[in-house]
């Protein structure tokens, strides 16, 4: 059987996880890595974070005008009526006609307080903090789909505990009724069966209710229903400590990163805001012709001129020394939400680990007692079969073993699970990391597109959109 693996980082000096995905045996049949392949590239939030993330990559183009010159071209049409009474009686003091003028005008600009460079670099960090976001977005994802299918694969398990429980009980109750009529057994006997079958059956109903619920989850996430679901399987591997993990999930989880970049963005908009205090230098060009707009020369006139502008803000309201104010209080601010960021991604990942350890010690204690009540049903039942134990023992001990059956099966979906949510908290929960077969989704191909574009409109936005590497087969 062809498998693949998912490389996880390891958690403490004795242990180190790494996910396997078994190769479906069936037609039809479905792994977890195919289930994420399938909603990184239909996924419409994760569609709906990129082209958010296309939209902010303009802000540097914007941010790079500035330093580019402005063209503008002007026109006028017009009528003019003058009346001057000093031209009288020599001349005609009146003067009616048509007024007309074009130009265009050219701006260059020289210097900007070093605001250019400000906002170039707090566009850019906005960019850094927004390619982050995505990143975090597309781990969300992953833990969505993984949440859905991992609760499928144990919706779809306590279901069958839970109807092969309800068989067993209705099989026990037409032996106790049987039993009854021939007076080995009394009425109480029958309606204590009959109690464990209604809420058998009521069991049942709310497993198929939850697995519904995962099933639609499943479906919004991934873009198609789940069908033969193959379970993953955690392997040990390499070893490394926990202080590690800790250190990665501070400095690598992409909520943490994205804070860092806004802290940055924080200080270049001090920057800019600073600039608007600064003396503004800049090339003017400009050219004009105009038709008969004055008594005295009705006729065509024309000018042009090339001046160098010095503007000097000298005082404007307070607006400048405010927005600065602002800003330097947003950045700490700024700062303020990284410190939490690193808390929350040390939270995670600690709260995954402490899940993980009890989930598998949870794990090896349900097997045991799994082993243990299906002995213990085995002797229940020889010993009822000669009076020694009553329909009561019996039924408490089939009980017992779908218990222990069922905490197994939750255990197993709780350890699974906790070993991405590690994954994720240290920021490595992406398509690259996990090496789906898929070109993994570029940020920078759209930046460089549009980063110093002077004139044009957005293409097609299809050419951005993720490509299977090899088109997946069922096996």
């Known amino acids: 059987?062809?498998?693949?693996?998912?490389?996880?980082?390891?958690?403490?000096?004795?242990?180190?996880?790494?996910?396997?995905?078994?190769?479906?045996?069936?037609?039809?049949?479905?792994?977890?890595?195919?289930?994420?392949?399938?909603?990184?590239?239909?996924?419409?939030?994760?569609?709906?974070?990129?082209?958010?993330?296309?939209?902010?990559?303009?802000?540097?183009?914007?941010?790079?005008?500035?330093?580019?010159?402005?063209?503008?071209?002007?026109?006028?049409?017009?009528?003019?009526?003058?009346?001057?009474?000093?031209?009288?009686?020599?001349?005609?003091?009146?003067?009616?006609?048509?007024?007309?003028?074009?130009?265009?005008?050219?701006?260059?600009?020289?210097?900007?307080?070093?605001?250019t460079k400000a906002e170039t670099e707090a566009a850019e960090k906005t960019v850094l903090a927004g390619r982050a976001k995505l990143e975090s977005a597309e781990q969300q994802l992953f833990l969505d789909t993984a949440s859905a299918y991992l609760g499928i694969l144990r919706d779809e398990a306590v279901l069958d505990l839970e109807r092969n429980h309800e068989t067993v009980l209705e099989d026990k109750l037409k032996e106790t009724n049987t039993r009854a009529q021939a007076g080995e057994l009394t009425r109480t006997d029958e309606r204590q069966s009959e109690s464990r079958l209604a809420r058998a059956r009521v069991s049942r109903y709310q497993a198929e209710s939850t697995l519904t619920q995962d099933r639609a989850a499943y479906t919004r996430l991934v873009g198609m229903d789940p069908a033969g679901l193959q379970p993953p399987v955690l392997i040990v591997e390499s070893a490394s400590s926990l202080a590690a993990i800790f250190h990665?999930?501070?400095?690598?989880?992409?909520?943490?990163?994205?804070?860092?970049?806004?802290?940055?963005?924080?200080?270049?908009?001090?920057?800019?805001?600073?600039?608007?205090?600064?003396?503004?230098?800049?090339?003017?060009?400009?050219?004009?012709?105009?038709?008969?707009?004055?008594?005295?020369?009705?006729?065509?006139?024309?000018?042009?001129?090339?001046?160098?502008?010095?503007?000097?803000?000298?005082?404007?309201?307070?607006?400048?020394?405010?927005?600065?104010?602002?800003?330097?209080?947003t950045a700490t601010q700024r700062r303020e939400e990284l410190d939490e960021a690193r808390h929350k991604a040390h939270e995670s990942a600690d709260n995954a680990w402490q899940s993980f350890m009890t989930a598998q010690a949870a794990l090896d204690a349900d097997r045991s007692e799994a082993d243990a009540s299906a002995q213990a049903l085995a002797g229940v039942k020889e010993e009822s079969k000669v009076g020694t134990r009553t329909t009561l023992d019996v039924l408490n001990a089939e009980q017992e073993l779908l218990d222990a059956k069922t905490d197994m099966v939750k255990a197993q979906h709780d350890r699974d699970l906790a070993v991405l949510q590690i994954r994720a908290a240290e920021g490595m929960l992406t398509a690259q990391n996990l090496k789906l077969p898929v070109e993994p989704y570029d940020p920078k191909r759209h930046y460089d597109d549009v980063r110093d574009q002077w004139a044009g409109f957005s293409e097609d936005d299809s050419r951005y959109a993720v490509k299977s590497l090899s088109t997946p087969t069922a096996r």
């Open 248 to 329: 990665r999930a501070e400095t690598n989880n992409p909520d943490v990163l994205s804070a860092q970049y806004a802290v940055e963005e924080a200080d270049a908009e001090i920057r800019l805001n600073r600039g608007g205090l600064l003396p503004e230098v800049d090339l003017v060009g400009s050219s004009t012709r105009s038709y008969g707009e004055d008594i005295s020369l009705p006729g065509r006139e024309d000018s042009s001129q090339v001046l160098v502008q010095l503007t000097v803000p000298l005082y404007r309201s307070g607006t400048d020394y405010s927005k600065t104010r602002q800003a330097q209080q």
């Open 1 to 115: 059987m062809a498998s693949l693996r998912f490389p996880l980082l390891s958690f403490t000096p004795v242990v180190c996880l790494s996910l396997l995905a078994v190769s479906a045996r069936a037609e039809n049949s479905a792994t977890l890595e195919q289930a994420w392949t399938q909603a990184y590239r239909n996924n419409p939030s994760l569609e709906a974070q990129r082209a958010s993330l296309r939209a902010v990559d303009e802000q540097v183009s914007q941010a790079l005008s500035n330093w580019r010159p402005s063209a503008d071209a002007t026109a006028s049409v017009g009528r003019t009526d003058q009346y001057a009474p000093e031209l009288a009686p020599f001349e005609d003091p009146r003067y009616d006609g048509n007024a007309r003028s074009y130009g265009v005008q050219v701006k260059q600009p020289l210097f900007r307080g070093f605001r």
